[in-house]
């Protein structure tokens, strides 16, 4: 059986389509066509304060008159620095919306970060929060922004935390005053200074309509080009392999930071697509997600493993019905099967796991989610018109058997135009249409794919490839543990071993032997950590991935 007779197929959910006829429609297109489809609809709940589509619309347009008064034209840069908040969604449409190119980044970056990326995209424009406005007037200079747009928490609150937010906000640092400045501007004279009547302007498909740049877990972050193409037939592909679920009729929680590419696709562009509301979850710690769900009981929603984590860690979960939940699902690092299990008591619900990266806009493989058989563990099978093969390491180029590891490549509409200004890590990456995800997965005879491994994450112990994700899953095992993650250290007589970091659940103790001798029962000798160690947390990207990469770089420092 090869990869060419695409055995995925027989596994997908009825109704599910092997290849899509794409509408020609891009993002402000499809905002357009839902506010006049669903105008009173809620579209966007930021703290209990409701927005619908029709005044959504109004805001997009007004902004997007705004940013042409600037200056910003088709083609230019504009950057986004929020957390999941309504000028974040708003300022992302108007921005697309006139041609121009959105740049997300994280507010959690540093300068220097956040100097590169703004340097890199050519941003003219930045929208940001008060919290960071200082910080970021200092930083224009070494930029090419010319004006800073400032929000608030505070802008949209309903009654009565309006009210209360200007008495306690600053001492609670949840707001900041801003100095003076040339060329900077507050969110809410912008839209109220403009008319909803922005210059109409052709987006094509081959367009670029963002530079969404990767996480830098691999060195210096990348610009990956999306296209407006991209952004649509992503969407288009999660409409398709959700068939049952309706326009117009759920909840989505919108937990996912909307800065990375998996929150951006699959909470906010996919709910605009399928005109629902999004439950705007700004912080996405435990507490905030169990009271979003307790007061708006959104029935969809897409998380990472650490927020499952915390909120089955967390007293609150007792007091709030997960029972609104239809559609749970998991992406950006590996779920523990003990809490995939967990979960599913509580809600009742399904959690499919999925596999993407941010130069794939980031979907490549779901598990089906009704009807379709769901693998746990396995990150599922490529979704419509979406082509995977699973190649040898050294060359890339020979297909391995059924059940083998090597590397993992895809091909589809999802697939980015390539880095920005980069052409020769483009061309090590995008070959022949296919990308190399620098990931190591295997293929079971049912088209179903498992990731591995990081490429570059293996360890190598006495000649025998470790991968640390076998090792992190048996310490998941552990009743004690809450976190773990294995890195390679250097070890005289046997080239690597293993060490392993440990974040026990609250109120537990454990020691080092006893972790050990319970992972002998599961690991094969020479996979054993030769070290274990306590911490309180794990250093993580904004997604909640755990940094092997820091981790493995901290304790090399350590050894040196």
């Not at 839209?191 to 670029?208: E, G, L, M, T, W």
């Not at 740049?213 to 060195?219: A, D, F, I």
């Not at 609150?316 to 099967?337: E, N, R, Y």
Request: charged fraction near 25%; hydrophobic fraction near 40%.
């Amino acid at each position: 059986m090869s990869y060419e007779s695409k055995p995925w197929l027989k596994s997908y959910e009825k109704g599910v389509p092997e290849s899509i006829n794409y509408e020609e429609i891009c993002m402000p297109d499809i905002l357009d066509r839902i506010a006049s489809q669903f105008p009173s609809n809620n579209a966007l709940i930021f703290q209990g304060y409701k927005l619908n589509f029709n005044q959504f619309k109004e805001m997009v347009d007004r902004f997007a008159s705004c940013l042409t008064d600037f200056g910003v034209k088709k083609g230019d840069a504009v950057a986004i620095l929020l957390p999941n908040m309504i000028p974040c969604v708003v300022a992302y449409f108007a921005i697309l919306k006139i041609g121009a190119i959105t740049v997300m980044n994280n507010p959690l970056y540093s300068d220097r970060e956040l100097e590169h990326q703004f340097n890199d995209s050519g941003s003219k424009v930045l929208i940001s929060l008060d919290l960071l406005g200082n910080r970021m007037i200092d930083l224009r200079p070494r930029t090419p922004i010319k004006q800073i747009v400032i929000t608030s928490i505070g802008d949209y609150l309903p009654f009565p935390k309006n009210i209360l937010f200007p008495l306690v906000a600053k001492k609670k640092k949840l707001a900041a005053d801003v100095k003076e400045a040339p060329d900077v501007y507050r969110w809410k004279d912008c839209i109220a200074r403009y008319q909803p009547n922005p210059p109409k302007v052709k987006n094509s498909f081959s367009d670029i309509a963002m530079y969404q740049y990767t996480g830098g877990t691999t060195g210096v972050s990348k610009g990956v080009e999306l296209t407006h193409a991209n952004l649509s037939k992503q969407v288009q592909q999660l409409c398709a392999w959700f068939p049952t679920f309706e326009k117009g009729a759920e909840t989505m929680l919108g937990a996912l930071p909307y800065f990375h590419v998996f929150g951006m696709s699959v909470s906010m562009n996919f709910s605009v697509f399928m005109g629902w509301s999004q439950v705007l979850v700004p912080k996405p710690q435990p507490e905030p997600l169990l009271e979003a769900i307790k007061h708006f009981k959104p029935s969809f929603a897409p998380l990472v493993p650490t927020m499952y984590i915390g909120m089955l860690n967390h007293p609150d979960l007792k007091k709030t019905d997960m029972s609104c939940i239809k559609g749970a699902f998991s992406g950006s690092a590996p779920l523990p099967v003990e809490v995939i299990n967990d979960f599913e008591k509580i809600t009742g619900a399904a959690i499919v796991e999925g596999f993407g990266m941010t130069e794939t806009t980031p979907v490549t493989h779901v598990n089906p989610f009704a009807g379709g058989a769901r693998k746990v563990g396995s990150v599922g099978v490529p979704i419509s018109d979406t082509l995977c093969r699973i190649v040898d390491l050294e060359n890339g180029t020979q297909n391995m058997p059924i059940g083998e590891r090597g590397e993992l490549i895809v091909k589809g509409p999802q697939i980015m135009r390539g880095y920005k200004g980069k052409p020769e890590e483009t061309a090590n990456t995008l070959k022949d249409g296919w990308i190399y995800t620098g990931d190591i997965a295997t293929m079971d005879e049912d088209g179903y794919f498992y990731i591995v491994d990081r490429k570059k994450d293996m360890i190598i112990t006495s000649g025998y490839n470790v991968y640390p994700r076998d090792i992190d899953e048996v310490f998941y095992m552990h009743p004690k543990v809450q976190e773990a993650c294995a890195i390679g250290i250097p070890d005289s007589k046997r080239g690597e071993s293993a060490k392993v970091f440990i974040v026990l659940k609250e109120g537990e103790t454990a020691t080092s032997e006893e972790l050990i001798e319970f992972a002998k029962a599961h690991l094969a000798t020479y996979k054993l950590p030769t070290e274990i160690e306590f911490r309180k947390e794990l250093p993580k990207t904004n997604v909640g991935k755990i940094l092997r990469k820091e981790l493995r770089a901290e304790e090399l420092k350590k050894r040196k």
